[in-house]
């Protein structure tokens, strides 16, 4: 049976007092950079420049990637986890352990190693046959990318610039296929693979590099970066709001839906500004309309007809329904994979009849407990006989009570029932039977809610504490579950709440609209 030990970091800060760690450059400031340097430089200089919410998605990649060590390292027989502490005390607990560069004979979890002003945190460290070390870089995700190469090239080269000498570099990653509970031991939930070879060709380029963003780290001035194609994409950089604060409101990058190629050519050609962008040849017929019926402030679109015909789906009682979910890198509870997605909390508006405000039920599971069957269960209880259920972009909760109804037979009768009754609400906005400028272009439930109903504050999703969207409550959930956090449990539920109560006004506006109209 392998053996789990925190170690205890009293006494290592006798042993080290000349750590000071001001502007040392780690890890994170090795990803950053190669993001872009002034998203590092941000974030370790002027962090409240950024949203909030990165923080606490950076918060939630180290407890992944600390879940995922911590489990590899459990297959080991025998080794060292360093307990979570600050960055000085981790580099002399790892001190106190490497005493005099000798290689400790267990493995080591989560050591912190120290060159210059450059720190390497490292997953899992295990000794090999001539003293020195083999270094696994584990990256909960499910591929290994240029990027992971490229920071335990980092880090090996820290790692032996501190004294030890790493004598094999192992990427690791997670399977897909692994099922928790299965034939399948924990040992097959990871891939290897031998990146030694890339981490020696790509060191020295990868320090040089490194070199340069420890002098940007120390300038007083945040880096003058111009506005390319890595500020949005996949997602907006955290650090786009410098340049949005150099463009005119409103501009081509507040647009969903045109190309990053076409945002930074009308950029770079015009300023951007949607003003002068209204018979601009890059953008398709479809974009100018919509930005003509943001500058010229054209009134919204609406097809009677066609919301008449949604309409005409619906019957009361109409059960408005909404999940929220997170997707643990390493499956917490049998029958899950890697990155499956996990629904922990539902918000439930059911309204019966037109004359009677809408009834709201809810479900939160404790923090760090299997939801699945108390979830549903009371789904099974809360949805009433007969109910034509709408939720917006509704494919995951019909994913939600698919799935347990397959696991639990005895609520299945009920559930997919419900499943069968279900009603997109989204796609009265997809379908632009219901089109407004202020939208643009987005056909999300916060973009259309807060174009109809800019003024509400029931819901007025900023005026909530703690979670404003889908993002922040996954990751308030998942440090909660990690015991990382405090409670979170009225931010969650009043966030939720107001997914489906927003549900319950557009479904309201709908009916007036069509009311009357003999179109």
């Given at each position: 049976?392998?053996?789990?030990?925190?170690?205890?970091?009293?006494?290592?800060?006798?042993?080290?007092?000349?750590?000071?760690?001001?502007?040392?450059?780690?890890?994170?400031?090795?990803?950053?950079?190669?993001?872009?340097?002034?998203?590092?430089?941000?974030?370790?200089?002027?962090?409240?420049?950024?949203?909030?919410?990165?923080?606490?998605?950076?918060?939630?990649?180290?407890?992944?990637?600390?879940?995922?060590?911590?489990?590899?390292?459990?297959?080991?027989?025998?080794?060292?986890?360093?307990?979570?502490?600050?960055?000085?005390?981790?580099?002399?607990?790892?001190?106190?352990?490497?005493?005099?560069?000798?290689?400790?004979?267990?493995?080591?979890?989560?050591?912190?190693?120290?060159?210059?002003?450059?720190?390497?945190?490292?997953?899992?460290?295990?000794?090999?046959?001539?003293?020195?070390?083999?270094?696994?870089?584990?990256?909960?995700?499910?591929?290994?990318?240029?990027?992971?190469?490229?920071?335990?090239?980092?880090?090996?080269?820290?790692?032996?610039?501190?004294?030890?000498?790493?004598?094999?570099?192992?990427?690791?990653?997670?399977?897909?296929?692994?099922?928790?509970?299965?034939?399948?031991?924990?040992?097959?939930?990871?891939?290897?693979?031998?990146?030694?070879?890339?981490?020696?060709?790509?060191?020295?380029?990868?320090?040089?590099?490194?070199?340069?963003?420890?002098?940007?780290?120390?300038?007083?001035?945040?880096?003058?970066?111009?506005?390319?194609?890595?500020?949005?994409?996949?997602?907006?950089?955290?650090?786009?709001?410098?340049?949005?604060?150099?463009?005119?409101?409103?501009?081509?990058?507040?647009?969903?839906?045109?190309?990053?190629?076409?945002?930074?050519?009308l950029i770079r050609e015009t300023g951007g500004a949607l003003r002068t962008l209204k018979n601009s040849p890059a953008l398709s017929p479809l974009e100018k309309r919509q930005v003509r019926m943001i500058t010229d402030n054209i009134p919204p679109v609406i097809d009677v007809r066609g919301i008449k015909s949604f309409i005409s789906t619906l019957s009361y009682p109409l059960c408005f329904l909404d999940f929220e979910s997170y997707q643990p890198p390493v499956?917490?509870?049998?029958?899950?994979?890697?990155?499956?997605?996990?629904?922990?909390?539902?918000?439930?508006?059911?309204?019966?009849?037109?004359?009677?405000?809408?009834?709201?039920?809810?479900?939160?599971?404790?923090?760090?407990?299997?939801?699945?069957?108390?979830?549903?269960?009371?789904?099974?209880?809360?949805?009433?006989?007969?109910?034509?259920?709408?939720?917006?972009?509704?494919?995951?909760?019909?994913?939600?009570?698919?799935?347990?109804?397959?696991?639990?037979?005895?609520?299945?009768?009920?559930?997919?029932?419900?499943?069968?009754?279900?009603?997109?609400?989204?796609?009265?906005?997809?379908?632009?039977?219901?089109?407004?400028?202020?939208m643009m272009g987005s056909f999300s439930l916060k973009a259309v809610v807060a174009a109809l109903f800019p003024d509400d504050k029931s819901v007025g999703y900023q005026s909530l504490h703690g979670v404003h969207n889908g993002c922040e409550a996954m990751n308030a959930y998942a440090l909660a579950a990690a015991g990382e956090t405090r409670s979170t449990k009225d931010d969650l539920l009043d966030y939720c709440a107001m997914d489906t109560m927003s549900m319950?006004?557009?479904?309201?506006?709908?009916?007036?609209?069509?009311?009357?109209?003999?179109?």
């Amino acid at each position: 049976m392998e053996t789990i030990v925190l170690y205890n970091i009293q006494g290592a800060l006798q042993k080290t007092k000349d750590i000071h760690m001001n502007r040392y450059f780690d890890n994170t400031d090795f990803c950053l950079s190669s993001v872009c340097p002034r998203l590092m430089w941000t974030n370790r200089r002027a962090p409240g420049e950024l949203p909030q919410s990165f923080a606490a998605e950076q918060t939630v990649d180290r407890l992944n990637r600390r879940t995922a060590s911590k489990q590899l390292a459990s297959i080991e027989k025998g080794c060292v986890v360093l307990s979570v502490c600050g960055e000085s005390e981790l580099i002399c607990a790892t001190v106190n352990l490497f005493s005099g560069g000798k290689v400790p004979p267990m493995g080591v979890c989560g050591a912190a190693f120290r060159s210059g002003s450059f720190v390497a945190y490292t997953d899992l460290l295990c000794p090999d046959k001539e003293g020195g070390v083999i270094m696994y870089c584990v990256r909960p995700a499910l591929h290994i990318r240029p990027m992971n190469i490229r920071e335990a090239a980092f880090c090996a080269q820290v790692v032996q610039d501190s004294g030890i000498a790493v004598s094999r570099v192992i990427a690791v990653c997670l399977d897909s296929a692994y099922v928790r509970g299965g034939e399948k031991p924990l040992s097959q939930m990871f891939r290897f693979t031998d990146i030694t070879g890339e981490c020696t060709r790509k060191s020295r380029e990868v320090m040089k590099f490194a070199s340069r963003m420890l002098e940007v780290l120390n300038c007083p001035k945040a880096p003058d970066i111009s506005l390319n194609a890595s500020c949005i994409t996949p997602e907006d950089c955290p650090a786009l709001h410098h340049h949005r604060k150099q463009l005119e409101d409103p501009n081509i990058l507040d647009m969903c839906g045109v190309s990053r190629k076409t945002k930074l050519s009308l950029i770079r050609e015009t300023g951007g500004a949607l003003r002068t962008l209204k018979n601009s040849p890059a953008l398709s017929p479809l974009e100018k309309r919509q930005v003509r019926m943001i500058t010229d402030n054209i009134p919204p679109v609406i097809d009677v007809r066609g919301i008449k015909s949604f309409i005409s789906t619906l019957s009361y009682p109409l059960c408005f329904l909404d999940f929220e979910s997170y997707q643990p890198p390493v499956p917490p509870f049998d029958g899950l994979r890697p990155f499956e997605p996990l629904a922990f909390q539902y918000s439930m508006h059911v309204w019966y009849s037109p004359d009677m405000p809408p009834v709201h039920r809810s479900f939160l599971a404790p923090a760090g407990t299997d939801p699945r069957r108390a979830m549903a269960a009371q789904l099974a209880e809360d949805i009433p006989e007969g109910a034509c259920l709408v939720a917006y972009n509704m494919q995951f909760e019909a994913h939600v009570l698919e799935t347990l109804a397959d696991m639990f037979p005895e609520y299945a009768p009920y559930l997919n029932t419900a499943r069968k009754n279900m009603r997109d609400l989204m796609k009265v906005f997809s379908k632009r039977q219901w089109y407004d400028g202020k939208m643009m272009g987005s056909f999300s439930l916060k973009a259309v809610v807060a174009a109809l109903f800019p003024d509400d504050k029931s819901v007025g999703y900023q005026s909530l504490h703690g979670v404003h969207n889908g993002c922040e409550a996954m990751n308030a959930y998942a440090l909660a579950a990690a015991g990382e956090t405090r409670s979170t449990k009225d931010d969650l539920l009043d966030y939720c709440a107001m997914d489906t109560m927003s549900m319950v006004k557009i479904t309201e506006l709908l009916y007036k609209a069509v009311s009357g109209n003999n179109e």
